[in-house]
């Protein structure tokens, strides 16, 4: 088996065979497929094929979970052994900006289900994303080195995970109109937004500025807040166990996470080129989300 096996139809073929949830994995998978190490990939990934094929979910899961972590192994020693490739300008600039989209599926029963979050490395780049269940997508990134980033802290002290989800969120809300349901899988995010509904726009995130932006811009949380008071009747809040299998908080996940890496990139592609690449994959979570009874209500007190 060569490592171009993950590239001709049969993943596409045989994805049916797999739990809706795993079929987005497999296919992120496909996409990211490195070099090296790809056939070992490519045989985790066949006898996951089989175990489904066989009725073990369950087994086909783990081979995916081997997968995932072999490919990123290889990544890491890929980066270790060639170091930081010199970041694109352009790409930065792009997804600085941010990128979105609106894929053409209406919602189910007419309800606007939102999943957000965030990712933040220890290099001091975050990403932040939402995917919603009437279409829209969004996804951006920002670097943070002059901004309180240590080894211990992260971004803004502790407060690296806390800011970023509380961006995507502020990300979403300036893009979606009306009565949303916003899914996150931070407890803290959640309680700083229903102090905010309530009114309590003055809490902020430990260690977080309220200065005035170099452009002189207000802070986004600054004015996050004010626009969840605003919309309190609007907006409800349900916690999503993260990394347990979501469709909806798992597709967040991935383009915030595609979004910072896109960050310190050394590729060079324009809006256009990243923006179909992420709306193919927002694409892929959300079909899967339809093919399944959607989001169980876990509601957060």
Not at 90 to 118: C, N
Not at 151 to 176: D, F, K, P
Request: one cysteine or more; aromatic letters at 6%.
């Amino acid at each position: 088996m060569t490592g171009t096996d993950l590239h001709p139809g049969w993943v596409l073929r045989d994805l049916d065979l797999l739990d809706p949830p795993l079929r987005p994995r497999v296919i992120q998978l496909r996409t990211n497929l490195p070099r090296r190490g790809a056939s070992e990939i490519a045989e985790h990934l066949r006898l996951a094929i089989d175990a489904a094929f066989a009725g073990d979910q369950h087994a086909a899961a783990a081979c995916i979970a081997r997968a995932e972590s072999l490919c990123e192994r290889v990544a890491d020693n890929t980066r270790a052994r060639l170091g930081p490739p010199p970041p694109s300008r352009k790409a930065r600039t792009i997804i600085r900006r941010g990128i979105a989209g609106h894929i053409r599926k209406p919602s189910r029963d007419g309800q606007v289900f939102v999943a957000t979050d965030g990712s933040a490395d220890r290099g001091g780049f975050t990403g932040w994303a939402y995917l919603a269940t009437s279409g829209q997508w969004g996804c951006q990134a920002g670097e943070y080195r002059s901004s309180g980033f240590d080894r211990r802290g992260g971004v803004n002290g502790n407060s690296a995970a806390l800011i970023t989800e509380l961006r995507a969120v502020h990300l979403a809300l300036t893009t979606i109109p009306g009565q949303v349901t916003i899914l996150a899988d931070s407890i803290p995010a959640l309680r700083l937004l229903k102090a905010w509904q309530n009114g309590n726009v003055d809490q902020m995130p430990v260690a977080y500025s309220l200065r005035p932006r170099a452009s002189g811009a207000t802070p986004t949380l600054v004015k996050l807040a004010d626009l969840v008071a605003e919309r309190s009747s609007q907006i409800t809040y349900t916690h999503v166990k993260g990394h347990a299998g979501h469709v909806l908080n798992e597709a967040a996940d991935a383009l915030a996470k595609i979004a910072r890496r896109w960050l310190c990139s050394s590729e060079k592609p324009g809006r256009d080129a990243m923006t179909a690449r992420a709306a193919d994959f927002a694409a892929a979570f959300l079909a899967t989300w339809h093919q399944t009874t959607g989001v169980t209500d876990a509601g957060f007190g």
